[in-house]
């Protein structure tokens, strides 16, 4: 197939609309099921890149979960413990494929902005990923390949118009990019940045050790920002992002907002969140939206009197400031990439809010020598690519 029509482009304004290749040759994609749109699509090229390069990277299956053209989260294939298993909703499927499991992380850091995503996997969509993926409000996905049960599954999907699409895993793209913006026409280099070790060797702290799963962590962080809308940050933990913060004009503003979704993810863990008991009826997302809510300043939204029965079978007791405080002091160990250097210490100040121990990030600000001694204060580990990593 050399061109596919689309319904119509950004907005249902914008007509006509299509995708197809400038140089006459066949598209990489087959669309197996639905009718993907403009946005879909720009959502499944990205998300292709960075799961393919995670797998690179790693050696491990990755699944990425975007939404708006930047990812809202990003995983590799770790096993889950019992309590991710239960904060993710998937506790009760049993033991799941390593691609399964890297879409739960993924689809679980943030499933706030996870609603109706679009799902990329680094490696033929199994059957176990279908099941976890057939239950969720999503609009699409794309892979290498699908099982012949897991496309039946997912074709089933929206009363049969989920849109799947097959990518050619062998696909090459040109050396130059183009785009167009107000008619006048973009060419720059493809970023075919290698997020490996090297990249990561210049350590200018006084702590220099940085062990395995940190490194991963790095590389997850650093290929996430690859294709996260500038300014970009990303707290990574265990092989998964955990808060991701894009397209902020202020990279304090991005901290800050990547920093409270990776707070939020380890206070779904707290006794006081996994102890909530909601009424049978309830789906995920409206328990999603009610955890969201106990969770923040307006906890009041679900726990008034008359309202809080609509979403529990026992009135939850308030989740304190302190009490929150004290459960986050328990959070260690997270990664934080960013796209480009950071040119205050407010940001390392607010990320060791969150537990950063290890961060990478390209240097190069007038005020490293500040930057660089916040981390001493805290003995965090900060290594300089000397890349920076915009995405627009």
Same mark, same amino acid.
């Given at each position: 197939?050399?061109?596919?029509?689309?319904?119509?482009?950004?907005?249902?304004?914008?007509?006509?609309?299509?995708?197809?290749?400038?140089?006459?040759?066949? +598209?990489?994609?087959?669309?197996?099921?639905?009718?993907p749109?403009?946005?879909? *699509?720009?959502?499944?090229?990205?998300?292709?890149?960075?799961v393919?390069?995670?797998?690179?990277?790693?050696?491990?299956?990755?699944?990425?979960? *975007?939404?708006?053209?930047?990812p809202?989260?990003?995983?590799?294939?770790?096993? %889950?413990?019992?309590?991710?298993?239960?904060?993710?909703?998937?506790?009760? +499927?049993?033991?799941?494929?390593?691609?399964?499991?890297?879409?739960?992380?993924?689809?679980?850091a943030?499933?706030?902005?996870?609603?109706?995503?679009?799902?990329?996997?680094?490696?033929?969509?199994?059957?176990?990923?279908?099941?976890?993926?057939?239950?969720?409000?999503? /609009?699409?996905?794309?892979?290498?390949?699908?099982?012949?049960?897991?496309?039946?599954?997912?074709k089933?999907k929206?009363?049969?118009?989920?849109? !799947?699409?097959?990518?050619?895993?062998?696909?090459?793209?040109?050396?130059?990019?183009?785009?167009?913006?107000?008619?006048?026409?973009?060419?720059?280099?493809?970023?075919? %940045?290698?997020?490996?070790?090297?990249? +990561?060797?210049? !350590?200018?702290?006084?702590?220099?050790?940085?062990? @395995?799963?940190?490194? !991963?962590?790095?590389?997850?962080?650093?290929?996430?920002?690859?294709?996260?809308?500038?300014?970009?940050?990303?707290?990574?933990?265990?092989?998964?992002?955990?808060?991701?913060?894009?397209g902020?004009?202020?990279?304090?503003?991005?901290?800050? +907002?990547?920093?409270?979704?990776?707070?939020?993810?380890?206070?779904?863990?707290?006794?006081?969140?996994?102890?909530? @008991?909601?009424? /049978?009826?309830?789906? &995920?997302?409206? &328990?999603?939206?009610?955890?969201?809510?106990?969770?923040?300043?307006?906890?009041?939204?679900?726990?008034?009197?008359?309202?809080?029965?609509?979403?529990?079978?026992?009135k939850?007791?308030?989740?304190?400031?302190?009490?929150?405080?004290?459960w986050?002091?328990g959070?260690?160990?997270?990664?934080?990439?960013?796209?480009?250097? *950071?040119?205050?210490?407010?940001?390392?100040?607010?990320?060791?809010?969150?537990?950063?121990?290890?961060?990478?990030?390209?240097?190069?600000?007038?005020?490293?020598?500040?930057?660089?001694?916040?981390?001493?204060?805290?003995?965090?580990?900060?290594?300089?690519?000397g890349?920076?990593?915009?995405?627009?």
């Amino acid at each position: 197939m050399k061109e596919i029509e689309l319904k119509y482009g950004c907005n249902p304004n914008q007509k006509p609309s299509r995708i197809y290749m400038e140089d006459g040759s066949e +598209l990489p994609v087959t669309v197996l099921n639905g009718r993907p749109g403009y946005i879909n *699509f720009l959502d499944a090229f990205n998300g292709w890149q960075l799961v393919k390069e995670l797998k690179a990277a790693t050696g491990l299956p990755a699944a990425a979960s *975007f939404k708006h053209v930047s990812p809202a989260g990003a995983a590799v294939g770790l096993p %889950l413990s019992e309590t991710l298993a239960k904060i993710y909703w998937v506790d009760d +499927l049993g033991e799941l494929s390593p691609l399964a499991c890297a879409y739960a992380r993924a689809r679980g850091a943030d499933r706030m902005s996870s609603f109706g995503d679009f799902i990329a996997l680094s490696d033929i969509c199994d059957k176990d990923t279908a099941k976890l993926i057939k239950r969720e409000v999503s /609009d699409g996905c794309i892979a290498p390949g699908y099982t012949d049960e897991a496309l039946a599954l997912l074709k089933a999907k929206k009363g049969g118009s989920y849109n !799947i699409i097959q990518i050619d895993e062998n696909y090459v793209p040109a050396p130059q990019e183009k785009k167009q913006v107000y008619g006048i026409t973009f060419e720059q280099g493809r970023n075919e %940045l290698d997020v490996n070790g090297d990249l +990561l060797s210049n !350590i200018v702290t006084v702590n220099k050790e940085i062990p @395995q799963s940190a490194l !991963i962590d790095m590389k997850i962080a650093l290929i996430t920002l690859k294709y996260t809308q500038s300014n970009s940050v990303c707290y990574v933990k265990d092989g998964q992002a955990i808060g991701i913060g894009a397209g902020q004009q202020s990279r304090i503003h991005c901290t800050r +907002l990547a920093g409270t979704k990776a707070d939020n993810w380890f206070l779904r863990q707290s006794p006081q969140v996994m102890n909530l @008991q909601f009424v /049978d009826r309830l789906g &995920r997302p409206d &328990r999603d939206n009610a955890i969201d809510v106990y969770m923040g300043d307006e906890y009041m939204d679900v726990l008034a009197d008359g309202v809080w029965e609509k979403t529990f079978k026992v009135k939850p007791p308030v989740f304190t400031r302190e009490e929150k405080r004290a459960w986050l002091d328990g959070m260690q160990n997270v990664t934080l990439g960013s796209d480009a250097f *950071f040119p205050f210490s407010d940001n390392i100040e607010r990320a060791y809010k969150s537990g950063v121990k290890y961060i990478a990030q390209p240097g190069g600000s007038m005020r490293d020598d500040a930057v660089i001694a916040c981390c001493d204060k805290h003995n965090m580990v900060m290594a300089f690519t000397g890349i920076r990593l915009f995405h627009h």
